[in-house]
């Protein structure tokens, strides 16, 4: 016994009903020094109470193998979605279990409740699933599953600890690349919001010659074909390819306002991988650039295969800086880079007419070589001050300042198309949609 108590005691856990047992006895004790007659049960109570105690020693620990336990994690987690992890467990007892799970999570997720409770019949195994939402890319440490046991006495509570410490890397949000993907197979993708963007006129990159069916254009038939083969023939047109998308995400300051847990950065990144996606669907070449004081990464354009894995890499590694973004760096890094009329795609952020200004000159001269598209954010606690019922003067006052600030927002966009510079103003969450559905209208239309 004094061995076992050596190598299990730490391990060895008191049960809600043996506290239960002992407060029983304990009063039974008290009671006998006033109440003679009780005579010899409160003895009879501890002594069963012991008996109970090393029965349910033995049933706990009686054989070795008694549990097994373990968790699934993915490879990687993706940062801003819902990502499952699964707990698998299995009982060998030969009677049924009381068990409770405490899975150490990553400091990250500042939680203290991951804790399951079960009931398993014997030599009975179950899946446990819960879902973890990351908000910041980077290495989390996930730590043992603790496994508390307890048999039908429930007098005491024996501990399992299984795994070993785990570093699983946290991703920009490939889940929604996927989400995306899957809907494009299966012609949903109206359901998350993206238009079918008609085209106007059609595009001079030839594809091939068919024949004719109802609702081809007349003025695309081609003569010398239809004589030859004897039927009506007509050319066949495509999208123009090999168009060069960049992403130029800016990472300074400015990007580190949050929304729903994630910064605008990263909201920037998810919606910059998908739209990468989306360009390399069309053939175009996907690139990207970064900037803060200085010119960051830069992924040249490419429509390679393991493209998209290179930018989601660069991605991963990318923080937020603290000092203002260096637009005389990035125009110089675009002219010496990019050899050839691009879409630039610039996810960044203007609270008012001033930070626009200072900018201005610089985009100014990037538009003269290049279609700019300038995405910057809706500040939606502003939209929902300026909609509040007001009740005071200082109501007035807040509701006034939040309505000359949204003001400004839309006095950015007006500012921007005087120049011929393309903007979108969208809320975070609507994002990537808005991004994808501009790049769709603007293929269509033939800008680049």
């Known amino acids: 016994m004094k061995n076992f108590f050596k190598t299990y005691y730490k391990d060895l856990f008191l049960g809600k009903r043996l506290f239960a047992g002992i407060g029983l006895c304990a009063t039974l004790f008290l009671f006998s020094f006033f109440l003679p007659w009780l005579g010899d049960i409160p003895f009879i109570a501890f002594w069963t109470l012991i008996a109970l105690v090393i029965i349910d020693m033995l049933m706990l620990y009686r054989q070795d193998r008694s549990f097994f336990l373990r968790r699934d994690l993915p490879e990687r987690l993706s940062n801003g979605d819902e990502n499952e992890i699964n707990i698998y467990i299995e009982s060998f007892y030969p009677f049924a279990t009381k068990v409770g799970i405490i899975d150490?999570?990553?400091?990250?997720?500042?939680?203290?409740?991951?804790?399951?409770?079960?009931?398993?019949?014997?030599?009975?195994?179950?899946?446990?699933n819960y879902t973890l939402r990351p908000t910041k890319r980077g290495e989390y440490v996930f730590g043992l599953v603790r496994l508390y046991v307890s048999s039908p006495l429930s007098l005491i509570v024996r501990r399992f600890n299984f795994g070993e410490e785990t570093t699983v890397p946290v991703y920009p949000s490939f889940l929604q690349l996927r989400r995306y993907e899957l809907m494009a197979i299966s012609n949903r993708l109206n359901e998350i919001g993206i238009k079918k963007i008609r085209r106007i006129g059609h595009s001079l990159e030839f594809d091939q010659v068919k024949s004719y069916v109802q609702g081809d254009d007349y003025r695309t038939v081609n003569w010398k074909a239809t004589a030859r083969k004897g039927e009506l023939m007509v050319n066949s047109f495509t999208d123009e390819k090999a168009q060069h998308v960049y992403c130029v995400i800016d990472k300074s300051r400015i990007m580190k306002m949050p929304f729903e847990g994630l910064s605008l950065l990263d909201y920037a990144i998810n919606?910059?991988?998908?739209?990468?996606?989306?360009?390399?669907?069309?053939?175009?070449?996907?690139?990207?650039?970064?900037?803060?004081?200085?010119?960051?990464?830069?992924?040249?354009?490419?429509?390679?295969?393991?493209?998209?894995?290179?930018?989601?890499?660069?991605?991963?590694?990318?923080?937020?800086?603290?000092?203002?973004?260096?637009?005389?760096?990035?125009?110089?890094?675009?002219?010496?880079?990019?050899?050839?009329?691009?879409?630039?795609?610039?996810?960044?952020?203007?609270?008012?007419?001033?930070?626009?200004?200072?900018?201005?000159?610089?985009?100014?001269?990037?538009?003269?070589?290049?279609?700019?598209?300038?995405?910057?954010?809706?500040n939606t606690e502003l939209k929902s001050l300026t909609e509040e019922e007001?009740?005071?003067?200082?109501?007035?006052?807040?509701?006034?300042?939040?309505?000359?600030?949204?003001?400004?927002?839309?006095?950015?966009?007006?500012?921007?198309?005087?120049?011929?510079?393309?903007?979108?103003?969208?809320?975070?969450?609507?994002?990537?949609?808005?991004?994808?559905?501009?790049?769709?209208?603007?293929?269509?239309?033939?800008?680049?």
């Open 104 to 128: 150490e999570i990553p400091l990250q997720f500042q939680k203290r409740d991951i804790w399951f409770t079960s009931n398993l019949k014997p030599r009975e195994h179950k899946t446990i």
């Open 271 to 378: 919606a910059s991988l998908i739209l990468s996606n989306v360009a390399l669907l069309k053939e175009d070449k996907a690139g990207l650039i970064t900037i803060a004081e200085k010119t960051g990464s830069i992924v040249p354009a490419d429509r390679k295969p393991a493209q998209l894995g290179k930018i989601m890499s660069v991605l991963y590694k990318e923080k937020t800086r603290y000092l203002e973004t260096n637009m005389e760096a990035l125009y110089t890094s675009i002219r010496s880079v990019l050899k050839q009329r691009s879409l630039l795609v610039f996810f960044t952020n203007f609270e008012s007419m001033s930070a626009l200004n200072r900018q201005l000159p610089f985009l100014k001269r990037i538009a003269k070589f290049h279609l700019l598209l300038i995405v910057f954010f809706e």
């Open 390 to 448: 007001v009740k005071d003067v200082e109501g007035i006052y807040i509701k006034t300042i939040a309505s000359k600030f949204a003001y400004e927002k839309k006095l950015v966009v007006k500012e921007l198309a005087k120049h011929g510079i393309l903007s979108i103003l969208t809320p975070p969450e609507k994002l990537t949609i808005n991004v994808i559905n501009r790049y769709l209208s603007i293929k269509a239309q033939q800008k680049i």
